[in-house]
């Protein structure tokens, strides 16, 4: 996992960024490094998966932070509700253990 400097840094947008110019950013970031632009040439194409992987993470990371203000204790949060703290810790879990994440059953 980046830092939240390096997550917005790869979005190009400012750590004051409201929520709809992030969305902005990540939209224009995604149209513009889209596989599918450019399947003519494998190697662009590697990379562009590569660079839409780094620019989701990115989104992910940062659209929960500036939508969700409390949640910036919390970064790595991607989930939300009351068992999502339980559900990090059963996949970071299984995850250090070197297991496959196994979807939740409740």
Sequence with gaps: MKSLDEYYKVLGVDPSATPEELKKAYRDL?????????????????????????????????????????????????ESGPHATTARHRADSATAKGAQRLPHHP
């Design 30 to 78: 995604v149209k513009e490094w889209h596989p599918d632009r450019v399947l003519h040439n494998p190697r662009l194409h590697k990379n562009a998966q590569e660079k839409l992987r780094e620019i989701n993470e990115a989104y992910d990371q940062l659209q929960s932070i500036v939508s969700n203000p409390k949640d910036r204790l919390s970064p790595s949060s991607k």
